[in-house]
């Protein structure tokens, strides 16, 4: 039976790691990392979401802004706000809280936003040099605490197949490429890949995030292997499951809850980010 | 045996077929597309390429500048000149030719170039939109000319395993990006690779850029496969070799030679990406 790797233990590690650093920046120039939240309309799981992150941020004394917009707000007034964040020298980082309502240019919004304040690791600048196998200061937080976790889990990446199966700009796309920095062989799946299940099969590290429920099944998982779920399907009972079968703890090494699994790490990492660049920002050494 | 997959008949047709957009943006402002090339030292290979792009260029009426600056220039120096290209209208691309002499800051160099005139398409905005899964006007010119030879020989890529074989930023990270994006399962292969053998025999498409002479071996090469050699290695008699054994061609469906393959479709990118940048810097519609 696959050892559980709990992310609400580990994530809460992560977030008291940022006590040092935060005090930090505090004691640097007189102000905690802030965070600047967008949020436009009231979309019910983006309340969740950012009612979250700033239950999160207030427990370790990041200064979570929340900046509401009605649904009917123009990309030009979206504008307007990242550029007085971008010019804010007392805001660290920025987010911008999806989904957007289908008149917004989403790209235009998210490439306004300064690399240097781009606390989710969405922006070109930042996935380019995680493309280039360099080492962004920020970057994206799902599969960024997918990474903590499998390190965590004492997995050996260095040489070892990883699977990853969905190719969103978020998830799968940014894992693929931190997973292949970190010396995995690296295979991306997606809805056009044929032979998955023996794909899977292959993997001493399964990633999947494609928003299927139970979609990965047992017969699909190697002995041993590290199975990272990063699916939250909400089913019609109201119930919350994730891309892989839990059955597949049968032969998984490790696998990830859900919920508790990768959705807690992704709240500790985009904090994380936050106070990595209140850190460059402050200029505080050795975070 | 093998269809041979021609790079500079494929190569010639890209030529020829930017007379329409290089007529269109003279017509339109007066002046031809143009490309500035900072070459730093005098290294023989570096001659040879600044040479041959300066010959094509030529060919069909591109207006290509060699900056030529000795090894002992500084970072400073190069800032200096790229910030000064930038602001040229009359430019639009901008290539700094490598190797740098080790003192020179390569990534502060690279990313001075305006993203809208990186005519290698090496700038992290532009490979960050590749990572994304979006089309950045320009892209890496190696990969983007091996994207046009495996669709000049009808491969179907859409659905088909894809192993990359190197990890370059140049070649083997780009490739992997533009295959996934094509809808291919792409394997990302490298010196860390256990079963490299195993894996490549699955293969539909096979790239490889590595850099060892005939490092891929015939019985390493799926029946029919599309193999696609990067390699440029020049052995001690002088002669020129890919990274895959010409005896893989008994086993390869199509398959580029070396020299004659990718070669001469990296220069027809370049000088197709200076043209796409020149297209749009005109307001040239259509190209």
Chains 1, 2 share one sequence.
């Not at 909400?234 to 090494?253: E, K, N, Y």
Request: aromatic share 2%; hydrophobic share 45%.
């Amino acid at each position: 039976m696959a050892t559980v790797l709990d992310g609400k233990v580990l994530g809460r590690k992560t977030l008291d790691a940022l006590a040092g650093p935060i005090a930090a920046v505090r004691e640097k120039r007189g102000s905690p990392p802030a965070l600047a939240v967008i949020l436009v309309g009231s979309n019910p799981a983006s309340e969740v979401y950012v009612r979250n992150k700033t239950r999160r941020a207030e427990e370790i004394g990041v200064d979570l802004t929340v900046h509401r917009f009605p649904d009917a707000v123009t990309t030009g007034e979206l504008l307007v706000m990242i550029g007085k964040l971008n010019d804010n020298a007392l805001v660290d980082g920025i987010l911008v809280q999806t989904p957007l309502p289908a008149h917004i240019e989403v790209d235009a919004v998210m490439h306004a936003i300064d690399p240097n304040k781009d606390a989710d690791g969405f922006h070109p600048w930042n996935l380019g040099m995680l493309a280039a196998g360099g080492s962004p200061i920020v970057a994206p937080c799902t599969p960024k605490g997918c990474m903590e976790l499998i390190r965590h889990a004492g997995v050996r990446i260095d040489g070892a197949n990883a699977v990853v199966v969905g190719r969103s700009t978020i998830v799968g796309r940014p894992m693929g490429l931190m997973l292949l920095n970190a010396n995995a062989t690296v295979t991306m799946c997606h809805s056009h890949t044929s032979h998955l299940p023996e794909l899977s099969r292959g993997a001493d590290i399964l990633v999947v995030a494609i928003g299927r429920p139970h979609f990965i099944r047992e017969d699909w998982v190697k002995e041993g292997a590290c199975v990272i779920d990063v699916g939250m399907n909400r089913l019609s009972d109201g119930s919350l499951v994730g891309d892989v079968d839990p059955a597949c703890a049968s032969r998984a090494g490790v696998m990830t809850p859900v919920p508790g699994g990768v959705g807690p790490m992704t709240v500790a990492m985009l904090l994380a980010n936050t106070v990595a660049l209140a850190a460059m920002h402050a200029g505080v050494e050795e975070v």
